[in-house]
Nanobody, 123 residues
Framework: QVQLVESGGGLVQTGGSLRLSCAASGIIFSINTMGWYRQAPGKQREAVAGITSGGSTNYGESVKGRFTISRDNAKNTMYLQMNSLRPEDTAVYYC?????????????????WGQGTQVTVSS
């Protein structure tokens, strides 16, 4: 099947930066939209940023101008560069991908999630 593995989380001070990575592996035919989500304690999961296979991006209002999403299609990897971090950015960050896999002569798509990586911003 398909696995998504996030890395790059950690503890950083206010104003600092982190770069998250999400690597997809498995029997992948192609990957459509990929995205980053986050969930803080006691809050619902929210969308942070998304990127299409063609490179079009969108961002949540709270991260615009501070976060940059990118992807390397050859490596099936997505990144999130996070600058000017704030305590309110503290959350578990999850990657999501809509992946096309081949099954015999057919292809099917499905949504997959990573296990999450903790980002903590201290004040």
């Amino acid at each position: 099947q398909v696995q998504l593995v996030e890395s790059g989380g950690g503890l950083v001070q206010t104003g600092g930066s982190l770069r998250l990575s999400c690597a997809a592996s498995g029997i992948i035919f192609s990957i459509n939209t990929m995205g980053w989500y986050r969930q803080a304690p006691g809050k619902q999961r929210e969308a942070v940023a998304g990127i299409t296979s063609g490179g079009s991006t969108n961002y949540g209002e709270s991260v615009k101008g501070r976060f940059t999403i990118s992807r390397d299609n050859a490596k099936n990897t997505m990144y999130l560069q996070m600058n000017s971090l704030r305590p309110e950015d503290t959350a578990v960050y999850y990657c999501n991908a809509n992946v096309i896999i081949r099954q015999g002569i057919s292809v099917i798509s499905g949504d997959y999630w990573g296990q999450g990586t903790q980002v903590t911003v201290s004040s």
